[in-house]
């Protein structure tokens, strides 16, 4: 079972930055994609970024390209995003997400997720 945890939310003002992440247990995932979605109040869960393990393919939302980076720490099983230029729309519940198949985070169903941590930006 994969287990996935999330930190390094809170609150910010815009143009400033922040740093989540997100730690993965339960298997090896030398095979896997792991990545970032978000879910703002009265939307739709949207996709945010993603790496492949191996290899480190990254991929991200056109909104985020540029401001935001992924990364993973591959002895620690751990992904980043590194939040910059921070924007009152990035406001949302970003929760990590993980599956053997990056196209499935691309489209927002993951096999797994986690808890999610609260992102707020102020205007």
């Known amino acids: 079972q994969v287990q996935l945890v999330e930190s390094g939310g809170g609150s910010v003002q815009a143009g400033g930055s922040l740093r989540l992440s997100c730690a993965a247990s339960?298997?090896?995932?030398?095979?896997?994609?792991m990545g970032w979605l978000r879910q703002a109040p009265g939307k739709e869960r949207e996709f945010v970024a993603s790496?492949?393990?191996?290899?480190?393919?990254?991929d991200y939302a056109d909104s985020v390209k540029g401001r935001f980076t992924i990364s993973r720490e591959y002895d620690k099983n751990t992904v980043y995003l590194q939040m910059n230029s921070l924007k009152p729309e990035d406001t949302a519940v970003y929760y990590c997400?993980?599956?053997?198949?990056?196209?499935?985070?691309?489209?927002?169903?993951?096999?797994?997720w986690g808890r999610g941590t609260q992102v707020t930006v102020s205007s």
């Open positions: 997400a993980e599956d053997l198949d990056v196209r499935r985070l691309r489209v927002g169903v993951p096999g797994y």
């Open positions: 339960g298997r090896g995932f030398s095979g896997s994609a």
């Open positions: 790496i492949v393990w191996s290899g480190g393919f990254t």
